[in-house]
């Protein structure tokens, strides 16, 4: 029996986002007669779960839990593939009182013992009283969670096989905690962001209505995983509270057939799909006449773009390729956050497209002001305007004094409003330094301001971000220093910007080998780690010893370590490919 998918349009009054819990929206969505769509990589309808079917699996997966002996607050970690599970299982918690932690899927082959560490710090660092997976992931969880007091992890299967408890579930209420979102994918320093229910219906009010604007008979399609910020509230929770049907991809199946992606698009007349840059860029590389000459993407009224730097030039190539496809630029939709605000925080206008701005790259480096660049200018940089801030929330730019600064002058973002978190879980030191007590989040961004919108130019912070993820450099640092050549405090990384505007991660570290054959091994090595860690290739930069510069206070700079490799690398490949002149 072929299997039915779920229709874009329904005869309820359409709300948006007018909810007070995730649970009272799914309450109403459930009336309707849309909902989730699950797909093979071949673009074949595996699943239709509508929402009214989503809502009586929750509850009753929410007796089994309650069932379990688990009291109200705890934290549920589940490992979050994009399927009908995780769906179920993340709103069971919402009716039952629980707090559900995403935890991610690994995206690189051989990488298992990289993994299987990573859940295993989220598992410490959220101290669940139930962890859950897929069947197919159960032992990278089971090893993760090998002698830790009290977790005895479960199959969803299991789960939904255990019998109801007969007791009638009490909902999460608007300011109890609806869920904790690891923020970097961290393996060493994890970071749980602390999410109520009143912070994200806020968000999610300001996505719907504002920044997206979404209409009766909009279609999601999506591949971002649950565990990112932008998978789990804009393309989860975000089509609940407004009715919305979503067609879903895995990610591991996108990284694989982007182009599926846009078959879908334009398969099920979808109009609102979001993405890294990098997705464009991906899939306008894999694009062949055949698949362009099928695809009609007319319907695609959203384009969303964000999660990490927006550069105009792989957009633009994007939209030629497709212009034949029908694929209307001005779908773009710059947009700018970060999970510690739940998720958005400023959208640029829709049906605007891409507007960035020609300024001096000289005045901005080297004065902090974005001035436009006239014709003789030396040096000219492209910066894309994320739009206007959503409503009741502010953003400011601040000096490193802390005083507010004008428009276009560049300076640290700061953002304050409901939906930023309350702090990060069991972390107060982590939260005082980012979180002041008057509400203003330091955001750990550069940008500047104009009365047209907020423009981010690079980090405030170490964070690097690639592909739309987030890495920590004490992570690359700490897998560097597991080599028996590099002992602790000798390695330094950073994130630097390749002529083609890729963002590129950095390892600088000290060594006392000169064979040639070694050092060649001893970058493998650490490259090897990296990547089965990450998914992202890492230049190695060894270094002699005692040459990494340090802080008055004797501690690494990074800052400076990353000055000092910029002035003796040479770029000689378009992607990343860098040599490294002289010494450090």
């Known amino acids: ?44 309808l595996k699943e239709a779960m509508p929402y009214s079917e989503l809502r009586r699996r929750a509850r009753s997966v929410a007796r089994k839990l309650l069932g379990a002996g688990l009291s109200r607050g705890d934290r549920i970690a589940a490992v979050a593939e994009t399927d009908p599970e995780f769906a179920v299982l993340f709103f069971a918690c919402q009716y039952a009182g629980l707090v559900p932690v995403a935890l991610p899927i690994s995206l690189n082959l051989g990488g298992h013992a990289a993994y299987v560490e990573q859940l295993r710090r989220l598992l410490v660092g959220s101290r669940p009283a139930l962890a859950l997976a897929p069947t197919e992931l159960m032992p990278f969880l089971e090893e993760a969670a090998e002698g830790l007091p009290g977790l005895a992890p479960r199959s969803f299967g299991d789960l939904e096989a255990s019998p ?19 923020t970097s994918g961290s393996t060493r320093f994890p970071r749980g962001v602390v999410i109520t229910e009143s912070m994200v219906m806020s968000n999610l009010r300001g996505i719907v209505r504002q920044g997206l604007a979404v209409r009766r008979g909009d279609r999601c399609v999506s591949w971002l995983p649950f565990y990112h910020d932008m998978g789990l509230v804009g393309c989860l929770l975000g089509p609940v509270v407004s009715q919305l ?59 969303g773009v964000g999660a990490e730097m927006i550069r105009l030039a792989p957009l633009e190539r994007f939209a030629n390729s497709l212009k034949s496809a029908r694929f209307d630029p001005r779908a773009f939709l710059p947009c700018y956050g970060l999970a510690e605000s739940s998720l958005a925080v400023a959208f640029s206008p829709v049906d605007g497209g891409v507007l960035a701005e020609r300024v001096d ?47 276009r002058r560049t300076g640290r973002v700061m953002v304050r ?53 987030n890495i920590w450099p004490q992570d690359l640092e700490y897998l560097a220093e597991q080599q028996q050549q590099v002992r602790i405090g000798d390695a330094s990384a950073f994130g630097v910007s390749d002529p083609d505007g890729m963002e590129n991660a950095v390892l600088v570290v000290q060594c006392r080998i000169s064979e040639v054959a070694e050092r060649a091994q001893l970058v493998s090595q650490i490259q090897s780690s990296i990547y089965a860690s990450f998914g992202v290739h890492c230049l190695v930069d060894l270094v002699p010893p005692r040459t990494l510069p340090k802080t008055s206070s004797g501690k690494l700079s990074r800052d400076a370590a990353r000055r000092g490799f910029l002035e003796r690398v040479v770029w000689d490949e378009p992607l990343a490919v860098a040599k490294v002149a002289g010494k450090a």
Request: some cysteine.
């Open 245 to 303: 049907t979503v067609d879903y991809l895995r990610t591991r199946d996108f990284a694989v057939r982007p182009v599926q992606w846009l078959k879908l698009i334009s398969r099920n007349r979808g109009t609102i799909a979001f993405g890294p840059p990098i997705a464009y860029q991906l899939c306008d590389q894999r694009l062949r006449a055949d698949d362009i000459a099928e695809l009609d993407l007319s319907s695609w009224r959203i384009a």
């Open 361 to 407: 790259a000289d005045a901005l480096s080297d004065e902090g002001v974005a001035v436009p660049a006239g014709p003789d200018a030396r040096e000219v940089r492209e910066v894309v305007n994320c739009g206007q801030v959503l409503p009741e929330h502010e953003v400011v730019i601040r000096d490193e004094a802390g005083a507010s600064l004008g428009y």
């Open 417 to 469: 409003g409901p939906s930023v978190m309350s702090g990060y879980f069991d972390d107060p030191e982590s939260t005082k330094e980012v979180l002041a007590e008057d509400g203003w989040l330091e955001t750990g961004d550069l940008g500047y301001l104009t009365e047209e919108g907020l423009f981010v130019t690079g980090r405030s912070k170490d964070l690097i971000i690639i592909n739309g993820r």
């Open 164 to 182: 109801e408890a007969d007791v009638e579930p009490r909902a999460t209420e608007p300011e109890e905690v609806a869920y904790l979102q690891f």
């Open 1 to 44: 029996m072929d299997i039915v998918s779920n229709p874009s349009n329904h005869d309820l009054p359409h709300r948006l986002a007018d909810f007070a819990t995730l649970s009272e929206a799914l309450d109403y969505a459930a009336t309707g007669a849309t909902g989730f769509d699950f797909y093979d990589s071949k673009g074949r």
